[in-house]
């Protein structure tokens, strides 16, 4: 017997929505999402020749798949999930609180924070260290496990409001940080000192490590960073010869 292949809806028009279908497309799901606007991703022009690409294969396409396995909410308003298929919250703006949308759905929702910059969003989504996954529902954790198999990301368990937090809680501690470093570059020209040389030799200290600003640049190499070099998938190798 034929084992279907898996199913994923992304709602959304923003550039999360856009990386997260691109992604989990490559990962090998079905996926849909909204006709993205270029102006959203012109600054990605791998995300853009990647889901060229894709929809070539019909592993994207534009619209509404039917009988999702999963819906990933990337800051969609309205927010609609047929029975049985996995909500999968990235915990933007309208639902930065995973609950609220549990409550609003009527249902379990695993929260799977996304911080994705830009002109990065793809291999940030593709190739991070590691993927947050918070649900107080153990069946809708497994179903969000099977779907984000493919990704080459390793999960990170944890409870919704703990999820939800972490988002907010890395980007205080990166302006913390930049804040703090600011200080300092402000005190070594008061004392007469090489800021860009003391500040080299801080980051020098690997309980430190590089500047927010920098890390991505060399890019990461994570899971999807080395699986591009050592064994391209078909649809990133006819990518390559574009």
Known sequence: MAVRELRARVLGDGLTAIAVATGLAWSGLRTSCARPDPAVSAS????QELMRSLRRSSALSFGELADPDAVFVCGAEEVTAPPGSAVINCVLPPWECTRDLQAALGRPVVSHPQLLRE???????????????GADDAEALVR???VLAGVPV????????????????????????????????ELCRAVGADV???????????RIGA??????????????????????????GELETL
């Open 44 to 47: 990605e022009p791998r995300l």
């Open 119 to 133: 002109g990065s969003a793809l291999e940030d989504f593709l190739s991070a260290d590691f993927a947050v996954l």
């Open 144 to 146: 969000a496990d099977v």
């Open 154 to 185: 390793p999960p990170l368990h944890c409870d919704v409001d703990s999820a939800d937090l972490v988002l907010h809680a890395t980007n205080g501690l990166l302006e913390v940080e930049r804040e703090y470093f600011h200080e300092l570059a």
């Open 196 to 206: 860009d040389r003391v500040i080299e030799c801080v980051r020098a200290d690997p």
């Open 211 to 236: 500047d927010p600003e920098q890390r991505g640049d060399p890019p990461r190499r994570g899971p999807a960073t080395r699986l591009r070099e050592d064994q391209p998938p078909p649809v990133l």
